[in-house]
């Protein structure tokens, strides 16, 4: 964990070119722009905007790491949609005992019908001896 806050530290740092421990709009397109992005003034200073909690009109620390955490956050239920993808039935947006046994049957792993219906049964919440969506990512997190 601290190593994770020092990069973001680091990072942070870079952005602040004249040290302030703030990141201005001026700042984040000199930046965006130095790693061949593109951002108009009025794109840097909304991003400012949104992110700024204390409403000074620019970036703090704070701002930054919680703003870098939420892109991890996304991320991560994007892999894990995807990863859902593989498993759940066509059209049915959940996982069934039965699509579970035939992805584990992919990967090398061969368990019954009642082995997967145990397998889910510890994390269907609702009871209904399927995973959704919401289900997956409890289990997976």
Known sequence: MM???SQYVRVFNHFDENGDGRISAWEL??????????????EAEALVEVLDSD????????DFVRFVEEGEEEEKVKDLKEAFKMYEMEGCDCITPKSLKRMLGRL?????????ETMIARFDLNGDGVLTFDEFRVMML
């Open 108 to 116: 090398g792993e061969c368990k019954s019908i009642d082995e997967c």
């Open 29 to 42: 397109r000199q930046c965006v722009e130095a790693i061949g992005g593109k951002v108009s003034w009025a």
């Open 3 to 5: 190593e994770k806050v």
């Open 55 to 62: 409403k000074d009109g620019l970036v703090g620390l704070d």
